[in-house]
């Protein structure tokens, strides 16, 4: 309890983008549009050749069709891992036809290298944080929703090419899985959670309006409220999110899809397994095989919504993407204090269940950042 208290004190929602400084640039409404896979890449080599000193673009993979997964690291030292200071994730487009996420994430990503030295908020993240955005993890997918009506549909281009649903492909704590063995683009996301010490991080999508967080799926596999040792942490991580958005969070929010009933959820957030029971998730998986507390957040009804719609997605997920982001960035005093006082108690190597820390040879504890754990 002591360990939890020390978090709280620390965590704080940050709405950078409600006070932005004279020189921070906004962004137009002639800057969107949707980018199949040859144009999110072009997209991100000249965002790179643009920012190289913030900015690293690399693959973690590909997918079944061989396209990249591309990830665009944003950091003042791009490229290095640095003791006490935190790595943050978001991955979207997970299930292809689900597109707002990717070009919030090319956006965001934008907005963070055009204002690093304007906006004294969103540089002091930049310094204090080391950030990888995934616009897509299942491009092959988002080729096949984004042609022609596909748009339209419910269902097209959300699975992989090999038709398999990526969000009920992860390894599961409580049952074998029911998709076959991991697929290409599941194995690298696997690897990317083992090989990098990320400890916050959120999974993009669309069909619903509301911030998600563990366990996805219960021991019976009913839809039930599935509690994880640290359900407390995620409520408040998933509020972060939800808060800052300004529907999110209402009773009942706007909902511009007749042709689907509305959800209803308090403070705009839930319980995975409350809401209905998922197994192999990536949320559950990020959180029992790392350091890292993943959420999954619902970023409204359409999934594929037309190009001029996106400005107004943008508007009303800013403030919650860098709400959530911030999450990761309490001050390093505080970071230190929590650290050592959690690792004394636990006796340095000790590995609980409940604000677990996982140590690794290859990433001793000096080197790792549990600030949230």
């Not at 310094?127 to 097209?156: C, F, Q, V």
């Not at 999110?248 to 403070?267: A, G, I, R, S, T």
């Not at 050592?340 to 950042?369: S, Y």
Request: glycine residues 6%; aromatic residues 12%.
């Amino acid at each position: 309890m002591p360990c939890l208290v020390a978090f709280f004190v620390c965590l704080r929602v940050a709405l950078v983008f409600s006070r932005p400084s004279a020189n921070t640039r906004a962004l137009g409404d002639e800057d969107w549009t949707h980018h199949n896979f040859e144009q999110m890449t072009g997209y991100l080599q000249n965002l790179h050749r643009q920012y190289p000193k913030i900015t690293r673009l690399y693959s973690i993979g590909k997918s079944v069709q061989g396209r990249k997964l591309w990830v665009i690291e944003i950091s003042d030292n791009p490229g290095k891992h640095e003791p006490g200071e935190p790595e943050f994730k978001y991955i979207a487009n997970m299930h292809g036809n689900e597109v707002v996420g990717r070009e919030l994430l090319l956006h965001l990503a934008k907005a963070f290298c055009e204002n690093y030295g304007r906006d004294t908020n969103l540089t002091k993240i930049v310094d204090n944080t080391r950030i990888h955005l995934m616009p897509s993890m299942n491009p092959d997918g988002y080729e096949l929703a984004a042609e022609g009506n596909n748009r339209k549909d419910w269902i097209i281009g959300r699975s992989n090419a090999n038709n398999v649903d990526l969000n009920r492909n992860f390894p599961d704590q409580f049952f074998k899985s029911v998709t076959g063995p991991p697929q290409p683009e599941t194995i690298a996301v696997m690897k990317w959670i083992e090989n990098y010490p990320f400890v916050l991080s959120a999974n993009l999508h669309g069909g619903s309006l509301v911030a998600n967080y563990p366990f996805d799926d219960s021991p019976t596999g009913q839809s039930e409220y599935s509690k994880s040792p640290d359900d407390d942490v995620f409520k408040e991580l998933a509020k972060s999110y939800s808060m800052a958005h300004p529907t999110m969070h209402l009773k009942n929010p706007p909902w511009p899809c007749p042709e689907v009933p509305p959800d209803h959820f308090e403070d705009g957030v839930t319980n995975g397994a409350a809401w209905y029971s998922v197994s192999g998730g990536m949320q559950d998986y990020n959180y029992m095989n790392s350091n890292c507390f993943e959420i999954t957040i619902e970023q409204g009804c359409k999934k594929f919504p037309e190009a001029s719609e996106l400005p107004k997605d943008w508007e009303e997920n800013k403030k919650a993407l860098i709400a959530f982001l911030d999450q990761v960035c309490f001050d390093f005093a505080s970071y230190l204090l929590f650290f050592f006082f959690c690792m004394k108690k636990e006796n340095n190597l000790k590995m609980e269940r409940n604000r677990k820390l996982i140590v690794k040879k290859e990433n001793p504890v000096t080197a790792r950042d549990p600030c949230i754990r």
